[in-house]
């Protein structure tokens, strides 16, 4: 099957077009009687936005790792405008950069915590060889 806006190949079963963006539904009542709403290649309603993975930016913001968590944030909170305007592509890119973010702020955070136990514990280590009480 091909896309009637951009000419694109799409799978048989597609709902949206994945180069363009455009649906690929014939009518809208074609959705309603399959029992719900139809679900696109990138596994999103038609009529719902892709996660926005607002609360995991805020929380890894919060607590993890500021910068990552802000870039986070940012691309979670565009999630929905790029969705309602059209953009059904930059909506996708958004939440998977929102997801993406959010667990390098995580990860981030994990590594740090790491690395200070391991010198916290060298300066343990430290003291009790007494090289710290002289």
């Not at 890894?60 to 870039?71: A, E, N, S």
């Not at 592509?89 to 200070?116: D, F, P």
């Not at 136990?117 to 710290?132: D, H």
Request: glycine share 12%; charged share 10%.
């Amino acid at each position: 099957m091909y896309c009637k806006k951009c000419g694109a190949e799409v799978a048989d079963n597609a709902v949206v077009c994945g180069n363009c963006g455009a649906s690929l539904l014939r009518d809208s009542s074609s959705a309603n009687n399959q029992g719900g709403a139809a679900y696109g290649q990138g596994g999103y309603s038609q009529n719902f936005p892709p996660p926005s993975y607002l609360v995991w930016a805020i929380l890894t913001t919060i607590f993890c790792c500021l910068p990552f968590g802000i870039v986070s944030i940012v691309n979670a909170a565009s999630v929905e405008s790029r969705f309602r305007s059209g953009d059904v592509q930059g909506a996708l890119r958004a939440s998977a950069n929102a997801k993406k973010w959010a667990i390098a702020a995580a990860i981030s955070w994990a590594v740090i915590l790491v690395i200070y136990f391991f010198f916290a514990v060298m300066v343990g280590v430290a003291g009790i060889a007494g090289f710290g009480g002289l």
